[in-house]
């Protein structure tokens, strides 16, 4: 029997950005989502309040880093903060989306390597931990001077795809499908992905024009040749840009069927009927780290619930255990 959580001794509170994710992760655990008020003055300055004690106890916050992205961040701020000073024993933040890791270098002049500073600004406002869900690039970790654990999602999506290959209503033959990695620096997740579904993979060789533009090499195109089915494995998908260009260059080489798998379903814009309208990809499978408006879903997206994940890591760190298997940059998958 797995050890429970002391509902007396542990607060879970949300911001605004996804409180159905927090009521879920606080549902798995077995104690109470708290309320918090959040209202603005008239000046626009932020009025927080959490709405239970968190004196002497273990304190979790709730708050993906979705658009308007400052907003959240100033909310998780100042949530960690009233948790410091009203005298929290531990505060953890709970980030399934941790947008600025992709501010992960200086790759220009007299910018800011903002995922190192919002690391530093978070033990600043008060948590002594942070949690994640598949950070963009391995080195965000290091950015970090108080424990962080990034989880990955990747058990979710081997064990939604093998269920599917029980049902028979996929086939994954080595022959002719392969999962393909829309960077390098994706390569090593894509290569742990293929390797729990018995596949082959590869990595595309991409170079960022901007936001929203991106130029893949068409060497990609060789790459695929003799496989009639691809998986594409990226941590998120924002615009949508890389991952439709590089679906484009693997229709042209003469892949058939295209699965699309992110971590990070943000489909900004229009991305969700652009990815529509590429009829060779049958599905695009992500988790719900990012809330999805019903009304921007289309007949095959898969969004697969991320709470249980988070709320085994949540019980084991409270319980002084080990959550190795479940970290995105480890060995082993969540099975």
């Given at each position: ?7 007396e001794d ?10 159905q ?17 959040v ?23 709730v ?46 002049p007299?910018?800011s ?23 963009h ?17 990747r ?19 080595p ?17 742990r ?18 936001d ?35 679906s484009r260059?693997?229709?042209h ?22 990815i ?40 084991r ?8 298997d ?10």
């Open positions: 029997m797995q050890p429970k959580i002391n509902p542990v607060r879970v509170f949300s911001g605004r950005s996804h409180r994710l927090a009521q879920d992760i606080a549902d798995h655990l077995g104690v109470p989502l708290e309320p918090t008020l209202s603005r003055f008239s000046n626009d300055n932020l009025y927080i309040q959490l709405g239970a004690s968190v004196r002497s106890r273990v304190v979790y916050i708050q993906s880093l979705i658009p308007p992205v400052s907003d959240h961040l100033m909310e998780l701020f100042m949530m960690l903060d009233i948790a410091h000073h009203a005298g929290a024993r531990e505060i953890h933040a709970i980030i399934p989306y941790f947008s600025y890791a992709r501010s992960d270098k200086k790759d220009a007299r910018i390597i903002t995922a190192r500073l919002i690391a530093d600004m978070l033990q600043t406002a008060g948590a002594t931990h942070m949690m994640t869900v598949t950070l690039s391995p080195q965000v970790h290091g950015f970090f001077s108080i424990p962080t654990d990034p989880l990955t999602a058990g979710l999506f081997c064990n939604y795809l093998l269920e599917c290959k029980y049902k028979h209503a996929l086939k994954l033959d022959a002719e499908t392969v999962v393909v990695a829309p960077d390098y620096g994706r390569a090593g997740s894509a290569a992905l293929a390797e729990r579904l018995g596949l082959s993979s590869i990595s595309a060789e991409k170079r960022r024009l901007s929203t533009e991106v130029e893949i090499s068409s060497l990609i195109e060789q790459q695929v040749q003799g496989f009639r089915k691809a998986i594409i494995y990226d941590d998120e998908i924002a615009t949508g840009g890389s991952v439709l260009h590089l260059l693997l229709v080489s003469g892949i058939e069927e295209i699965k699309l798998i992110c971590t990070h379903g943000l489909f900004l814009n229009n991305a969700l009927e652009r529509r309208a590429i009829p060779q990809i049958t599905e695009v499978i992500t988790t719900d780290t990012v809330p999805i408006p019903i009304e921007k879903c289309i007949p095959c997206l898969t969004i697969l619930p991320i709470a249980a994940t988070i709320g085994e890591a949540i019980r760190n409270y319980n002084r255990q080990s959550i190795g479940l970290f995105d940059f480890g060995e082993y998958l969540n099975e």
